[in-house]
T-cell receptor, first 114, second 108 residues
Framework: DAGVIQSPRHEVTEMGQEVTLRCKPISGHDYLFWYRQTMMRGLELLIYFNNNVPIDDSGMPEDRFSAKMPNASFSTLKIQPSEPRDSAVYFC????????????FGDGTRLSIL | AQRVTQPEKLLSVFKGAPVELKCNYSYSGSPELFWYVQYSRQRLQLLLRHISRESIKGFTADLNKGETSFHLKKPFAQEEDSAMYYCALRTGANNLFFGTGTRLTVIP
C-alpha cells in the first residue's frame, strides 16, 4: 500500500488564484482528515470526513476554504481566492473506523502564496 | 475545551544524554494520548500511544492523569532521534488535537 497520497507536493501561486489540493486515502479507511501546519500554530485540524460525509468543519478558517469528498478514494481542499497568509503545509490523513486506530498521514503539500 | 500543550518549541541534547519532551493536556473526558514523529523529509507517523504501553525506538511515555501529562522519554538519545515530535489527544470519534510540536536536535 502506498499510503495516503497527496498532490501536488509543492504549489506556488499568486494571491487571488484558486488552489486545489488533492488527497487519496488508504483504501478501506473510513475517516479522512485535512490539517494545516504552520510554525506559529503547529498542526491544526481543518475538517474531517467519515464515510465521505463532512463531520466537523469548525477548523476551516474562512469561507475561502472548502473541502469535498465525492467518493471514498478522493478528497479535495480548495482555497479561493488564496492569500499569502494561507501559505503552509497541508496534510491529509486517513484512519480506520475501529476505536483507537492511528491516523496515517500523507507527505503533505507545501503551499506558497506570493 | 480540549487542549494540548508542548511548552518547548526547540530542545537540544547531546548524544547519549536522557531526553524528555513535555506534553500536558486539558480534557474533561477520558483521554487517549499519542506521540507522532516527523523525521526530516518524511511524513508524520505514529510513534506510540498510551493505551499500548509500549516502548518504540527506546521511547516511552506514561499517562499521568493527576498531572494531566504524557511526557515522552528516552534514557539515551541518538542522532537519528532528531525530528519534530507532536503530542496528540484523541477525543471521541477519530479526530486528534495536536500540540504545536517540539523540534528535538541531538548533538553528536
Amino acid at each position: 500500500d502506498a499510503g495516503v497520497i497527496q498532490s501536488p507536493r509543492h504549489e506556488v501561486t499568486e494571491m487571488g488564484q484558486e488552489v486545489t489540493l488533492r488527497c487519496k486515502p488508504i483504501s478501506g479507511h473510513d475517516y479522512l482528515f485535512w490539517y494545516r501546519q504552520t510554525m506559529m500554530r503547529g498542526l491544526e485540524l481543518l475538517i474531517y470526513f467519515n464515510n465521505n460525509v463532512p463531520i466537523d468543519d469548525s477548523g476551516m478558517p474562512e469561507d475561502r476554504f472548502s473541502a469535498k469528498m465525492p467518493n471514498a478514494s478522493f478528497s479535495t481542499l480548495k482555497i479561493q481566492p488564496s492569500e499569502p497568509r494561507d501559505s503552509a503545509v497541508y496534510f491529509c490523513a486517513s484512519s480506520g473506523a475501529r476505536g483507537g486506530q492511528p491516523q496515517h498521514f500523507g507527505d503533505g503539500t507545501r503551499l506558497s502564496i506570493l | 475545551a480540549q487542549r494540548v500543550t508542548q511548552p518547548e518549541k526547540l530542545l537540544s541534547v547531546f548524544k547519549g544524554a536522557p531526553v524528555e519532551l513535555k506534553c500536558n493536556y486539558s480534557y474533561s473526558g477520558s483521554p487517549e494520548l499519542f506521540w507522532y514523529v516527523q523525521y526530516s523529509r518524511q511524513r508524520l507517523q505514529l510513534l506510540l500511544r498510551h493505551i499500548s504501553r509500549e516502548s518504540i525506538k527506546g521511547f516511552t511515555a506514561d499517562l499521568n492523569k493527576g498531572e494531566t501529562s504524557f511526557h515522552l522519554k528516552k534514557p539515551f538519545a541518538q542522532e537519528e532521534d532528531s525530528a519534530m515530535y507532536y503530542c496528540a489527544l484523541r477525543t471521541g470519534a477519530n479526530n486528534l488535537f495536536f500540540g504545536t510540536g517540539t523540534r528535538l536536535t541531538v548533538i553528536p
